[in-house]
T-cell receptor
Framework: GDSVTQMEGPVTLSEEAFLTINCTYT??????LFWYVQYPGEGLQLLLK?????DKGSNKGFEATYRKETTSFHLEKGSVQVSDSAVYFC?????????????FGQGTELSVKP | DGGITQSPKYLFRKEGQNVTLSCEQN?????MYWYRQDPGQGLRLIYY???????QKGDIAEGYSVSREKKESFPLTVTSAQKNPTAFYLC????????????FGSGTRLTVV
């Protein structure tokens, strides 16, 4: 079945460092891909998405490109801030997949130190 | 503004009692979902509903029950049969459009003592 695999955390960076969180997926067809962010004690918020191959989603300095040839959707940010400390979830959604449910990765915790 | 509301944010219950968590949305979404999240863990699907008066079990439905009598509401009951109910519970909703994700509520932290 469909699945999403993220790099394990926690990831610890210094402020202004470059961030990459790897995400790869397994799915037939052409899923939509998403990154969600969860700040401590809160629900998940949609960070960015891409709906077809080679699309780039971007928001708040974060970017991710839908790479069908490598089945990947890696999250990047050029210069992280302490306020980016959170858990990041990669997810996919495909029509016909169990009623179109979102399939989540296990989440990657990011900690940014001043 | 449209959104999804979970209440209460914190809930304390004695062991052996049933407790109901509220989830209400005004986004006109057909589908609604309940997830459980344990510390340092990912999301596990409890139940979901794609239409009023219909719902399906997720991966960890044992010890939980739901109802979907109205499009806007999808309450979750944690029963005394749930062995380890202390957790963070998240409700979400979505339209049927695959290119849209889910909208999540802010969660309810349930502590059973």
């Amino acid at each position: 079945g469909d699945s999403v695999t993220q790099m394990e955390g926690p990831v610890t960076l210094s402020e202004e460092a470059f961030l990459t969180i790897n995400c790869t997926y397994t799915a037939t067809g052409y899923p939509s891909l998403f990154w969600y962010v969860q700040y401590p004690g809160e629900g998940l918020q949609l960070l960015l998405k891409a709906t077809k191959a080679d699309d780039k989603g971007s928001n708040k300095g974060f970017e991710a490109t839908y790479r069908k040839e490598t089945t990947s959707f890696h999250l990047e940010k050029g210069s992280v801030q302490v306020s980016d400390s959170a858990v990041y979830f990669c997810a996919l959604r495909r029509g016909g997949n169990q009623g179109g449910k979102l399939i989540f990765g296990q989440g990657t915790e990011l900690s940014v130190k001043p | 503004d449209g959104g999804i509301t979970q209440s209460p944010k914190y809930l304390f219950r004695k062991e052996g009692q049933n407790v109901t968590l509220s989830c209400e949305q005004n986004l006109n979404h057909d589908a609604m979902y309940w997830y459980r999240q344990d510390p340092g863990q990912g999301l596990r699907l409890i139940y979901y509903s794609q239409i009023v008066n219909d719902f399906q079990k997720g991966d960890i439905a044992e010890g939980y029950s739901v109802s979907r009598e109205k499009k806007e509401s999808f309450p979750l009951t944690v029963t005394s049969a749930q062995k380890n109910p202390t957790a963070f519970y998240l409700c979400a909703s979505s339209s049927g459009t695959v290119s849209y994700g889910y909208t999540f509520g802010s969660g309810t932290r349930l502590t059973v003592v």
